[in-house]
């Protein structure tokens, strides 16, 4: 069974940077199968989609990411990043990695606290 394990997260200042990384273990297919993803969830609130790139690279991003994060992959080393500048408060939340690919799998969430 796929297990995903993500790292990065903290308390941060406005206008500050962060990157999460997740690493993808015990999976049953090739990971360049698999469509990886980066969402959060704020309190009080739905999780949101954040960013998701192919295994072949090609990305999508939510509006509010779009210009200040970047999600990467590293298919040898099967992991996904996400490089976040410009933080806001308003991007506190809990953020998840996510593997798709004949279904989804999800990390345990890691926090990111932007704050003066």
């Known amino acids: 069974q796929v297990q995903l394990a993500e790292s990065g997260g903290g308390l941060v200042q406005p206008g500050g940077s962060l990157r999460l990384s997740c690493a993808l273990t015990?999976?049953?297919?090739?990971?360049?199968?698999?469509?990886m993803a980066w969402s959060r969830q704020a309190p009080g609130k739905q999780r949101e989609l954040v960013a998701s790139?192919?295994?072949?690279?090609?990305?999508n991003y939510a509006e509010p990411s779009k210009g200040r994060f970047t999600i990467s992959r590293d298919n040898a080393a099967r992991t996904v990043s996400l490089q976040m500048n410009n933080l806001e408060p308003e991007d506190t939340a809990v953020y998840y990695c996510s593997a798709d690919y004949s279904g989804t799998t999800w990390g345990q969430g890691t926090q990111v606290t932007v704050s003066s």
């Open positions: 015990r999976n049953k297919f090739a990971f360049i199968r698999y469509t």
């Open positions: 790139i192919s295994g072949s690279g090609a990305t």
